[in-house]
């Protein structure tokens, strides 16, 4: 089974700002199996990202992704206040697997 | 529009047996682009993947799982199911279903709301 490790745990940042969550695979992730959501309290997860750099519809260009093999990276360019959630990771290979997540918290 | 909605009890007995549907709107499940999966998440834990079924009745298992799930797909009401047999106040979480977009890409495109199973005696 692949194991995801997402950091940091929590990112403390003002609006304005620009956020950087990692996401480690500990083995090689094709890019096409890995995914990125946004969960609000009490909300389903959200897509944002597919294949690893490829927004979802309704996305805005804030958000981006890139990595390949191991390192995968969301990046929020710019935070607006509707921003400040949990984001998880995703990878499908011989298995399905989550990262534990990344609190975006406003400083 | 997709839905799915989740449907089942909300309080379940330890050692008996989870079942939840997903119900399927706005779409069917004998697509042959997706699979119907199932994720829980504890309160204020992390996701989980449970497993996924493919129309054909095909389906998938979190290894740390597969002893005790059964998911089962029912195109006929256009609508998939979860069981969970033997549970333990560790299976208590809020239950999602999910469809997951298949080959060349997967991912979680549509969720339902949620459904909140507690195991308790």
């Known amino acids: 089974e692949i194991v995801l490790t997402q950091s940091p745990g929590t990112l403390s940042l003002s609006p304005g700002e620009r956020a950087t969550l990692s996401c480690r695979a500990s083995?090689?992730?094709?890019?096409?199996?890995l995914a990125w959501y946004q969960q609000k309290p009490g909300q389903a997860p959200r897509l944002l990202i597919y294949?690893?750099?490829s927004r979802a519809t309704g996305i805005p260009d804030r958000f981006s992704g890139s990595g390949s093999g191991t390192d995968f990276t969301l990046t929020i360019s710019r935070l607006e206040p509707e921003d400040f959630a949990v984001y998880y990771c995703?990878?499908?290979?011989?298995?399905?697997?989550f990262g534990g997540g990344t609190k975006v918290e406003i400083k | 529009q997709l839905q799915l909605q989740e449907s089942g009890p909300g309080l379940v007995k330890p050692s008996e047996t989870l079942s939840l549907t997903c119900s399927v709107s706005?779409?069917?499940?004998?697509?042959?682009?997706?699979?119907w999966g199932w994720i829980r998440q504890p309160p204020g834990k992390g996701l989980e993947w449970i497993g996924s079924?493919?129309?054909?009745?095909?389906?998938y298992y979190n290894p740390s799982l597969k002893s005790r799930v059964t998911i089962s797909v029912d195109t006929s009401k256009n609508h998939f199911s979860l069981k969970l047999i033997s549970v333990t106040a560790a299976d208590t979480a809020v239950y999602y279903c999910?469809?997951?977009?298949?080959?060349?890409?997967?991912?979680?495109?549509?969720w339902g709301q949620g459904t909140l199973v507690t195991v308790s005696s």
């Open positions: 999910a469809r997951l977009t298949r080959l060349p890409l997967y991912y979680f495109d549509y």
């Open positions: 706005g779409g069917s499940t004998t697509s042959g682009n997706y699979y």
């Open positions: 079924i493919y129309y054909s009745g095909n389906a």
């Open positions: 083995q090689s992730v094709s890019s096409s199996y």
């Open positions: 294949g690893a750099s």
């Open positions: 995703q990878q499908y290979g011989n298995s399905l697997t």
